[in-house]
Nanobody, 125 residues
């Protein structure tokens, strides 16, 4: 069974850091891309970035390029989202999702076939 489970969310002060985890099962990271999507309160979901098994990271939001990084640990079957210099506008539910496209990240930043349930990130003083 294909699953993605997020963890690591919480409350952090502006300027702080947080690392989210996406534990995957039922598929091989060598053949799929995994992306991160967030949904701010009262707003629609927006794709943030994606880790391809072929060509690295694709960023969909310029606002996170210098602050967020994505990585994976194959031994732990986990994809990580490291978030630094967090801002209140980063608040939202963060989802990881799988893209079934031979390892390539989607052009449409929301086009994934399997989603996790999300983890809440709140940036506030």
């Amino acid at each position: 069974q294909v699953q993605l489970v997020e963890s690591g969310g919480g409350l952090v002060q502006p300027g702080g850091s947080l690392r989210l985890s996406c534990a995957i099962s039922g598929f091989d990271l060598d053949y799929y891309a995994v992306g991160w999507v967030r949904q701010a309160p009262g707003k629609e979901r927006e794709g943030i970035l994606c880790l391809s098994s072929r060509d690295g990271t694709t960023f969909y939001r310029d606002s996170v390029k210098d602050r967020f990084t994505v990585s994976r640990d194959d031994d732990k079957n986990t994809v990580y989202l490291q978030m630094n210099s967090l801002k209140p506008e980063d608040t939202g539910i963060y989802y990881c999702a799988r893209r079934d496209n031979w390892g390539w990240c989607p052009e449409d930043s929301l086009r994934y076939d399997v989603w996790g349930r999300g983890t809440q990130v709140t940036v506030s003083s």
